[in-house]
Structure formats: C-alpha cells, structure tokens
C-alpha cells in the first residue's frame, strides 16, 4: 500500500524539533569555546606560577590582557627578578594573544596595590622575537605607581610579628590575666611609639632605644642589625685608609741631579707645574749637549704625580734604560737625554 503523505501538522513539528536542536547546540559551541579558553588561561597561570611569578589569574577583556601578580608580604625584590618576570610575561601573553591590543600587569602585596604596567602587545611581541630590549620597551611603557614596594612590605611585615608577639605572650598567660591584655597591650604600643620617636634625637633618644631593646624582643634584633651594619662601616673605611696608606706617593717637591757629557755634576729644583728640556735658551732647563734636540722633553705635575714626557726629539728620551714617550716618574728614576744623565731625588 503507498504511504500517507504527511499532514501539514506533522511537518511543522518536526521543523520545530529541528529549530529547537540548533538552538540547544549554539549555546553549547559557545560554551565548550569559552571553556577552552579558560582552561588555556590556567595553563598560563600554572606555567607561571611554575617559574616562580606569583600569577593569580589572567583575564581577557576584549582586546586588553589583564595579569593579576599577588606577592606575600616576606617576598624579596631585587631588580633582577622584577626585569626576568616583566620579560618572561609580556613575552608569554603577548605570543599567546598576538591579535589583541594591550597587555595590563596588576601587581599586589597581598591585597595591597603597589603597581600598573600597561604594555602594547605588537611592543612586547617584539621583546619576545628579540628585535627590542626591556631597557627600549619601558620607555614605551605605561607605569603606575600606588605605594612603596619597601614601606609596604615593612608595615605588613611589623605588623604580622606584633601579632605573633601577643599571641605566643597570651597563650602562656592564665585566662584571668589575659582578660586584661587589651590595656596592656596598648601601654606598649604607646611607649614602643615614644621610643621611635626619641630614637636619634641625641644621647637621650639612644638611651631610651637601648633601654627599650632590654624589655622587647624586636628591638634587640633591631639593635643588633643596626650595631653590626655600624660595624661593618668603620671596618670598610679602616680598610680603605690603611690601603690608601700603602699606595706610593711620588713626590711634589723633588730636583734633578744632571751629569753632563763630561761627568759635571750640576742640580735643578722642579718649580713650575711644566718643565721644558731641551738645547734652545726657552727651555726651562737648557742642557748644552749636541745630542739634545731644541725641545727635547718635558717634566709636567699632574696632580701629585710627576710625567716624563718626550716632544718628538731625535735621539728620544729614556726612563731607567728604557726609551719612553710618556710615563710617570718616581724618586730615584734615571732620565737620559742625549749624553746627559737626570736622577730624580727630594
């Protein structure tokens, strides 16, 4: 028997199931994508974190990156490691997400702000090829600051050991006693404040310090770091003078013991800061020796120093057996010229 046609009714409900299929599976497709790229965010946020860069969450904004950094309060900052994490992220997030605009580094101690960096993705694509250098890209760069890296770390951190103080004091204290501790604790507070505010402010404030430093724990670690950094300052600058000492000194005042070609002896005191030598009557010294050009040589004070210098003579000019151009004296050097013989004494 031939089939029956389907009625119109049917063949409006089963456009409705195929309507309403498309309309289930759309969502989905745009689910499963969104979920894809969550999932390849967290991968990013693990492979940083694996390099030891605090990264707490990336965010895709439409077309800005935004990284959230959360360092802890004991974190040390050194320049090498902010310039390697700048470089290891923007490098990342920007191969990553080549198409967008702007890449955004949040970065907290804790739930403290301490800074914004905001970076051109085509920049720091190429700090990521090698075709720029951090020093070329921060000039590019946006930076915010919000606080003090230091200052903060410092309050966070003085704040955490008076916490860890009362806590380790209150535990071995009886319930009874303890009730008390609020006004206790706020008498300390109060003369901790006043020795802070006496510290330095002559024998009196460093008394009081000192003092203070026999009743509390924290400022005898204080104490100690300041008296060792004092230590090791006048422990540097003894060094160095005592090297200084050792250094030699040419002389500023000397005169020149000259032996002619017949072995007469003659002396010359070094007055000016430049003495000319040579056969010609301008020079400062003039030595009647054929072998001695007109101007021969010269011995110029620089500083505390004595230099031998030749002025392009025929025969040269020779320290201590040795032909020379330039180079500083010493008492008891030997200077020749031509046939002539200088000693440098004081």
């Not at 024998?203 to 009743?215: K, L, N, S």
């Not at 670690?221 to 300041?226: G, P, R, V």
């Not at 160095?240 to 013991?257: H, M, Q, S, T």
């Not at 009647?288 to 040269?316: K, M, W, Y």
């Amino acid at each position: 028997m031939p089939r029956n046609q389907p009625s119109e009714k049917q063949r409006s409900s089963k456009r409705g199931s195929i309507l309403l299929t498309l309309i289930l599976l759309i969502p989905t497709a745009v689910i499963d994508e969104s979920a894809l790229a969550w999932a390849q965010d967290a991968e990013m946020v693990l492979q940083f974190n694996s390099q030891g860069i605090p990264v707490e969450s990336i965010q895709v904004n439409d077309r800005t990156i935004a990284a959230r950094l959360v360092y802890k309060a004991g974190d040390r900052f050194t320049p090498e490691r902010i310039e390697k994490e700048i470089v290891l992220l923007l490098s990342g997030i920007s191969e990553r997400f080549p198409d967008a605009d702007q890449i955004v580094l949040d970065s907290y101690i804790e739930d403290k702000h301490i800074s914004t960096i905001e970076c051109p993705v085509p920049k720091a694509l190429d700090l990521a090829k090698g075709r720029t250098t951090l020093t070329e890209l921060l000039s590019g760069m946006r930076i915010t600051r919000f606080l003090n890296i230091e200052e903060e770390l410092a309050a966070v951190l003085s704040v955490r050991m008076l916490a860890l103080e009362e806590d380790s004091r209150g535990s071995q204290l009886p319930e009874k006693v303890r009730k008390g501790s609020e006004r206790r604790s706020a008498s300390r507070d109060v003369s901790r404040t006043a020795s802070l505010k006496t510290l330095g402010s002559g024998p009196t404030g460093i008394a009081g310090a000192m003092a203070a430093a026999t009743r509390d724990p924290q400022w005898i670690f204080i104490t100690l770091i300041i008296g060792g950094a004092f230590c090791l300052l006048l422990l540097g600058a003894i060094i160095v003078l005592w090297n200084k000492g050792r250094e030699p000194k040419p002389k500023i005042f000397a005169r020149l013991d000259i032996y002619g070609p017949d072995d007469d002896k003659k002396q010359f005191v070094i007055q000016g800061r430049q003495t000319a030598i040579g056969r010609a009557p301008g020079n400062t010294l003039v030595i009647n020796d054929p072998n001695v050009s007109s101007r021969h040589a010269a011995i110029v004070i620089s500083g505390r120093d004595f230099i031998l210098e030749d002025l392009g003579s025929t025969n040269g000019t020779f320290l201590n057996g040795r032909k020379t151009n330039r180079e500083a004296l010493y008492i008891g050097d030997e200077i020749a010229v031509g046939a002539t013989r200088m000693i440098l004494t004081d």
